[in-house]
């Protein structure tokens, strides 16, 4: 039997939803800016002692959700033996991509050709590679970083649903981070290719990059963006983008790239800069 959340998530008009959200949280008035962060760090016990600025300090409750943290607030691992965890969440999954298709939960999977937008050629290249699914809680910083060193090559902005992407979603929805809107970024680096895919969720207001701005949501349309050589070349650790109220990452490599390290599987909480695989 379907349960009364995931009914009503089917049910909900999500593009609607997650407009008159967005209003609400780009708003710059005082009170209600005031009131909506005050409420939120009692509501999910947001440590704001990491927090670069104090809380009457944001513009808006996007400015607070995007909040930058202090300088040393999240240490990198070493990038030349590791892969980097993009920011702070749980692991939703991690494993291999095989025969094309990535484990979401429970018996439910999706296919790399999916998240990316369709394109089976890209796709191909992570065939048999790893991949890494966190889930960024309300409570989490909501920026989003490098796990490697590399070369921005491309992206698209896929439109779709913003179902929620908690684990009962995901226990109970198909194919839900390649139905969910999304922006999938392609990056070239040393160790080769690796794909960092920033999906959106419900009442999502938007995605942010640091080489184009803010992306617009909730579009109709494929948007597919090139970038020439030497454009974008970001460093492991470097911020790539942001959520604005949202969501989820999912990481792709080449096989024979990564090995993920032993202690993390589905539940394990990771932190920005923290060690998540070994180059192979």
């Known amino acids: 039997m379907t349960s009364p959340f995931i009914w009503l998530q089917h049910a909900l008009p999500h593009h609607a939803v997650s407009r008159f959200a967005g209003k609400f949280a780009g708003s710059e008035t005082t009170w209600l800016k005031d009131r909506l962060i005050r409420r939120f760090i009692d509501a999910y016990d947001v440590d704001m002692a990491e927090a670069a600025r104090p809380t009457e300090a944001y513009r808006s409750f996007n400015d607070f959700f995007t909040r930058e943290l202090k300088p040393g607030a999240r240490p990198l691992a070493d990038a030349a033996e590791h892969v980097l ?38 796709a191909e290249r992570f065939e048999g590679g790893a991949f890494a699914t966190i889930y960024l809680s309300p409570k989490d910083y909501h920026r989003v970083h490098m796990p490697a060193a590399g070369e921005l090559l491309g992206t698209v902005y896929v439109p779709g649903d913003l179902f929620s992407v908690n684990q009962v979603t995901a226990e109970n929805v198909d194919d839900l981070f390649a139905r969910n809107e999304r922006l999938a970024c392609l990056f070239d680096g040393p160790r080769g290719s690796f794909a960092s895919v920033m999906v959106g969720a419900m009442i999502v207001a938007g995605v942010e990059t640091v080489w184009g701005g803010r992306e617009t949501a909730h579009a109709g349309q494929l948007r597919y963006r090139t970038f020439a050589d030497g454009e974008h070349d970001l460093a492991a650790g470097d911020e790539m983008g942001r959520f604005f109220l949202g969501s989820t990452v999912v990481l792709l490599f080449e096989p024979g790239r990564v090995e993920w390290l032993e202690e993390f599987s589905a539940g394990n909480s990771v932190r920005m800069g923290q060690a998540l695989g070994r180059w192979a």
Request: aromatic share 6%; net charge neutral; proline share 5%.
């Open 85 to 122: 965890s993009p920011a702070d969440g749980a692991i939703s999954q991690i494993g291999t991509i095989t025969q094309g298709r990535i484990f979401q939960a429970k018996g439910r999977e999706f296919t790399a050709t999916q998240l990316l937008g369709g394109d089976p050629v890209i």
